[in-house]
């Protein structure tokens, strides 16, 4: 590459705001939402019900909060003690417009009209399974338990995605020696081995490290080892849902800053997107600039004033629409460690508008070569964003580093734009759909402005994806 960067895409939030809040600042207060905290929301679409179901960790108890006056808020600390978790479920027919029914299955205070699933968990992560074969397993659920200062990661299982079987305890052997999983406990389906995959959290020395287990039955799991840690107390991975999508592995890295209270953000939870072919090892997308995927709204003054999402962010897995990815996401108004309020929100990116390649220097030209290629037969497709008076042109190479064969050259290459946004490339009287397939084929592409987000063969390819609408 030469005079190159990465640079996020841009991330549309939904103009409505905050789309579900706090139960305790409802009227009437459902007193057993007084907090929401980190949420860890997990959105799922059913086709069979035709809902989308939110499935979201809360602190069922948590009498600070629920008894103290905004007014005391800006004068005291937030108090942690005596909080009790549990697990709570809202829907939706379109997304947008949420009810939180009364499910009759948890008692709180003498009542079961609420609409908890489970008390006394946390970290909760719930996976729709649309290939699975038993109905009664169609919807899964890992949890870490918490009873009685014990804690075990257990999963559970349900037909309709609201009357789950009893909690059973992970067996022994799947195990870590080191205590973890207090963290959005996120699973998805690996395309390519076909097993369950949970990303959960460990402990190093007080850093939190992120970690990977893989099931093929959802109850026999291999003990969570380390997979991803940010850098210091500063940097930390808090969670990170991960989902595959065109052959990368991509991390909703929730990143909490700790550790320099002279910092602005110190204390808060910002959301970057970062990457992996192989599941061993992650880095951020835009390493030499700024990762976040989703940013903060405005923090004002400092709670109680600001944006809902001004302080912390955790994100659900996203759902596919149209030619969108919808993410949805609990925002917190507060810092961490205080004083927080927090509520569901919602956005979207272009699909394939993660991140792209741009000039580090606007005033010269970016060049990036590509690896070698398995080269089809067949036109080659980039992704671009070219506006009046930018250009791109393209050589294909030998190992070299040298034209592969005279035709394809930059100059003589020709870029056509189709009505999805994609441009076809060829060159000039080439013998394009003869090439040597065996052959060591690179793309040199050089831009003079504009934006490269991606290549692909000249067709696209269905998502090996497991959360479609």
């Known amino acids: 590459m030469s005079n190159c960067i990465v640079k996020m895409g841009t991330f549309h939030k ?32 059913d086709p069979q019900a035709k809902l989308y179901r939110l499935y979201y960790t809360l602190f069922v108890k948590d009498d600070h909060s629920l008894n103290t006056t905004p007014e005391a808020r800006k004068k005291g600390p937030y108090v942690i003690k005596g909080r009790k978790t549990g697990l709570a479920y809202a829907e939706s027919k379109d997304g947008i417009h949420w009810t939180k029914p009364n499910l009759g299955l948890v008692e709180f205070e003498g009542s079961k009209d609420n609409n908890l699933i489970l008390r006394d968990v946390q970290g909760t992560g719930v996976l729709y ?36 079987s009893e909690l059973q305890v992970w067996p022994q052997e799947s195990k870590s020696p080191v205590p973890g999983g207090d963290c959005h406990n996120s ?52 969670s990170m849902p991960v989902f595959q999508y065109e052959g990368i592995y991509l991390g909703l890295a929730s990143i909490f800053r700790d550790g320099d209270n002279s910092l602005k953000q110190q204390d808060n939870v910002d959301l970057e997107l970062h990457w992996t072919t192989t599941l061993d090892r992650f880095i951020p997308c835009a390493p030499d600039d700024d990762s976040t995927f989703i940013p903060h709204g405005s923090e004002g003054k400092g709670y109680p004033d600001g944006e809902f999402d001004s302080n912390v962010i955790f994100s659900a897995l996203p759902l596919e629409q149209d030619n969108k990815l919808v993410f949805y996401y609990m925002g917190g108004k507060g810092k961490h460690t205080g004083w927080r309020e927090t509520a569901l929100g919602r956005g979207y990116i272009e699909k394939d508008k993660f ?13 990036i070569t590509t690896q070698g290629l398995n080269f089809p037969q067949k ?62 084929y690179a793309l040199q592409i050089t831009l003079n402005g504009g934006k490269l987000w991606a290549i692909a063969d000249a067709y696209p390819r269905p998502l090996k994806y497991t959360r479609h609408i």
């Not at 305790?24 to 057993?32: A, D, I, M, V």
């Not at 109905?135 to 299982?157: D, H, M, W």
């Not at 991140?355 to 060049?367: F, L, S």
């Not at 030998?398 to 994609?422: H, Y």
Request: hydrophobic share 35%.
């Open 14 to 45: 939904d103009p409505q705001g905050a789309l579900l809040i706090e139960g305790q600042f409802e009227t009437p207060r459902k007193l057993w939402e007084p907090r929401f905290d980190n949420g860890y929301p997990n959105v799922i679409y």
């Open 379 to 440: 036109k080659v497709r980039l992704l671009l964003e070219l506006n009046a008076g930018e250009s791109c042109q393209v050589a294909l190479l030998d190992r070299n580093g040298k034209v592969q064969q005279e035709g394809f050259e930059a100059d003589k290459s020709v870029l056509s734009k189709s009505a999805d946004g994609w441009y076809e490339l060829s060159w000039q009287n080439a013998p394009y759909d003869k090439l040597d397939s065996s052959k060591f």
């Open 129 to 164: 399974d649309a290939k699975e074969r038993d109905p009664s397993r169609r919807y899964k659920l890992i949890t870490l338990q918490e009873i009685k200062g014990k804690a075990n990661l257990c999963v559970a299982f349900s037909a309709d995605g609201i009357h789950f």
């Open 355 to 367: 991140a792209y390649y741009t000039a580090r220097d606007p005033a010269k030209p970016c060049v």
């Open 187 to 238: 699973v998805f389906i690996d395309p390519r081995t076909n097993e369950y995959v949970l990303i959960t959290r460990l402990w190093d020395n007080n850093i939190r490290v992120s970690a990977i287990s893989r099931s093929k039955d959802f109850y026999h799991w291999t003990p969570p080892k380390e997979l991803h840690r940010g850098r210091g107390f500063f940097d930390q991975v808090y």
